[in-house]
């Protein structure tokens, strides 16, 4: 009701102005005398907004001179200013004392009227129904029945009678011109939108089938079917107001939703589907993701103010033919939405996207969203991951040099080449690049390419100076020419294979024997090492990373490595690695506290990252579902698209413009037997995660 309000507070001031008695208002008197000058003054004050000086000169005018011809008007412009001030009680004294003191006065039929607005300003309603027809029936001028109208009207919708209102803004309406014809719309189409589908048809029954009001009452029927999800009946109604009133300001919006109507946009809007690999390779996923969406579902229905909304499941079986069937079968559910599917999802966004459902995925798989506008993707990715760990590394720990170890296939290959990039666009460089076979146990080969001791010195190069001056430069890490040098320390087989680069001070060189042999050492020049794999082979190298004395750098991963059978392989060597993930269990955010605590509670385990997206996509669709001006997938998909920041256990999620999700992760570190979250300033070190460790496939499951 505030909108009308709002409006019914300005009209007294413009019908003051523009319809009251000209004469007394918009022409000055001819001053001859002090009171005329006094009020003139006032005028003067009151056309400057100077609305509190203003009252005092009216009232001093009406104190001195009580008896002058112009004391109604000023009576009646203090009724006006009380008005504007909000004091309603002390503007209805006023006109009373104008229709008391001043009867024959041209003023007190607008004192009349202007009392009905102070009724109803104070939520007197029943004063406002109860005295307006008296009014009424002494009522001729065009601009005082607008004015009553109006004030019923306001009073009528502000009652909780919408009907009753609609009836008076018609009248107002039939006798306004514009721009007061704007006024009566706004007021009329918000009461049309409280009136239900046989009221409006009743209000219709009594119009004439030309009247633009009726273009109104029409469209909002058509849109009362709709959200009734009586479709034949909206297209109906909609295509007959199309029909009637070409130029109506709602015949293109008509027109729009005729055709979603009649191509795919028909659905139960409280209605959400979920397919998910609930059998077959991925049915782990898929079961645990289900888990979080019916707990947010539940969640969502038991805060009772919306409607019930429910969710239809489909398993996948872990296909693709399944995954596009069960979109299928959706559709011909009339759902509104779908989540997921985790692996499959290609098929699946394809039929979506054909069928013009919004679809929010669960995968990781590169350009998902390329697909279509009705794609959507709510799952972190490789390269948000890297970019997060990047961007950590250059800028808080300020390191600049890294290598990189990675598992040739497409895992590893695909976090190398994000990571590789990430470095380079944040000003770094990659000094180390090694891969090893993923089904290999023994890394000592790709530890010592990367640290230069894998390489065997040229034989042609062994004896001492010869061909020095000629000969390019080889080192272990660059086995190829680099070009040759002027300066070299008097042993030039060490400096070409890459150790005791500094001779201590006190040693003769010149005596040493020619064949000892030293024990060659590491060469060691990057800050931090990335070891993109799962915990099982993370496990296995990073202690071989220790024995070949690759220490005191930085150890980064992926999500993969947030697991305990990391911590329990590796202990001691994998203190201080850090790696990136989508969700925390641990964290301080009261929110995830009290999902991980409902979770449990609901069944008996701890969540992880797969549970908590799944829970968090739900409540993101639910929420949107639930509001009434979400009537038509592509609204849905346009929401979505607009989506900022929600709030939710795996961090801000909000959608660009392709559809894809942008989200803070977590960065977490490993400190003794836990994990620890350094996000917000290395804030809580003591947190903790002690669920159960993926297994290796998780990786392959969301490609």
């Known amino acids: 009701m505030k909108p009308i309000i709002k409006i019914a507070l300005l009209i007294p001031v413009i019908f003051i102005l523009a319809c009251g008695p000209k ?14 000058r006094l009020y003139s003054k006032a005028e003067q004050l009151f056309q400057a907004k100077l609305y509190t000086k203003s009252l ?70 029943k004063e406002v129904i ?29 009652d909780g009678f919408p009907v009753d209102a609609l009836f008076f803004y018609i ?30 048809a009743f209000v219709l029954s009594r119009l004439k089938k030309s009247d633009p009001i009726a273009g109104y009452l029409m469209y909002h029927l058509g849109l009362n079917k709709i959200d009734d999800e009586s ?31 009649n191509k795919k946009s028909v659905y139960s809007r409280y209605t959400l589907g979920c397919i998910l690999p609930l059998t077959g390779p991925y049915s782990t996923y898929g079961n645990r993701a289900l888990k979080g969406v019916e707990l947010a579902l539940n969640q969502f229905n038991s805060q009772g103010d919306h409607p019930t909304l429910k969710i239809v499941i489909k398993d996948t079986e872990s296909d693709p033919i399944m995954a596009s069937m069960a979109v299928i079968d959706l559709f011909e559910e009339h759902v509104a939405a779908v989540i997921g599917p985790i692996a499959t999802a290609e098929a699946a966004a394809l039929e979506a996207q054909d069928k013009g459902i919004p679809i929010i995925t669960l995968t990781q798989k590169d350009n998902i969203t390329d697909i279509g506008d009705y794609v959507f993707r709510n799952f972190f990715t490789p390269k948000m991951q890297v970019k997060t760990i990047v961007s950590f590394a250059v800028e808080v720990l300020g390191l600049n040099r890294f290598a990189i170890l990675y598992p040739n296939e497409n895992y590893g290959k695909t976090f190398m080449n994000l990571f590789w990039d990430e470095v380079i666009a944040y000003g770094g ?18 530890i010592k390419k990367l640290v230069g001791l894998y390489y065997e010195v040229p034989e042609d190069l062994k004896a001492a100076g010869r061909g020095i001056e000629d000969e390019g430069m080889y080192t272990m890490k660059n086995p190829e020419p680099i070009g040759d040098f002027d300066s070299i320390f008097l042993d030039p087989i060490k400096k070409l294979t890459g150790f005791n680069d500094v001779i201590p001070e006190g040693i003769d060189t010149a005596t040493a024997p020619d064949d000892e042999e030293k024990e060659p050492q590491p060469i060691i020049d990057f800050d931090a090492v990335f070891l993109p794999d799962a915990p099982e082979k993370a496990g296995l190298i990073i202690p ?57 509670k609901t069944y008996g385990e701890r969540p992880g990252f797969i549970e908590a997206v799944a829970y968090d996509t739900a409540m993101i669709l639910l929420q949107m579902l639930s509001r009434p ?39 977490l570190k490993v400190k003794g037997r836990k994990f620890i979250e350094l996000e917000h300033a290395f804030q809580n070190p003591e947190k903790r995660r002690d669920d159960d460790d993926q297994p290796e496939i998780f990786h392959e499951a969301f490609q």
């Open 544 to 600: 071989q990373l220790a024995f070949h004395d690759v220490e005191d750098v930085n150890l980064f991963g992926t999500n993969l490595w947030h697991s305990n059978k990391l911590i329990k392989m590796t202990r001691q060597y994998v203190q201080g690695a850090i790696m990136a993930d989508g969700f925390f269990a641990e964290s301080d955010s009261q929110k995830v506290k009290d999902f991980v605590r409902i979770f449990e």
């Open 56 to 125: 005092e000169t009216y009232r001093e005018y009406i104190s001195r001179f009580p008896n002058r011809p112009l004391v109604d008007d000023a009576l009646m412009k203090m009724g006006t200013l009380y008005t504007i001030s909000g004091d309603h009680e002390n503007a209805r004294n006023i006109y009373q004392r104008l229709i008391a003191e001043h009867p024959t006065s041209s003023f007190v039929l607008d004192a009349r009227i202007e009392i009905l607005a102070t009724y109803y300003n104070q939520g007197k309603y």
């Open 629 to 667: 001006d979400v009537r038509f997938r592509s609204v849905l998909r346009d929401e979505l698209m607009n989506f900022v920041d929600f709030e939710g256990v795996t961090g801000l999620t909000s959608f660009d413009s392709n559809g894809d999700v942008r989200k803070r992760l977590y960065l």
């Open 429 to 446: 460089d990659v000094v180390g690049l090694e891969s090893y076979n993923a089904k290999q146990t023994d890394f000592a080969d790709p």
């Open 171 to 200: 009248k107002a309406y039939k006798k306004s011109k514009a721009p007061g014809k704007e006024i009566i719309i706004v007021k009329l189409k918000e009461a049309i939108g409280q009136i239900g589908s046989a009221d409006i």
């Open 23 to 36: 004469s007394k208002i918009s022409v000055l008197p001819v001053i001859v005398g002090p009171e005329d």
């Open 130 to 158: 109860d005295q307006a027809p008296e009014i009424l029936k002494k009522t001729y001028s065009r601009a005082r029945l607008i004015r009553i109208y109006a004030i019923l009207g306001d009073t009528f919708v502000a």
């Open 231 to 261: 479709y034949e009946d909206a297209l109906k109604v909609l295509s007959e107001f199309v029909k009637r009133f070409r130029k109506h300001e709602y015949t293109q919006q008509a027109e729009r939703l005729i055709e979603e109507l």
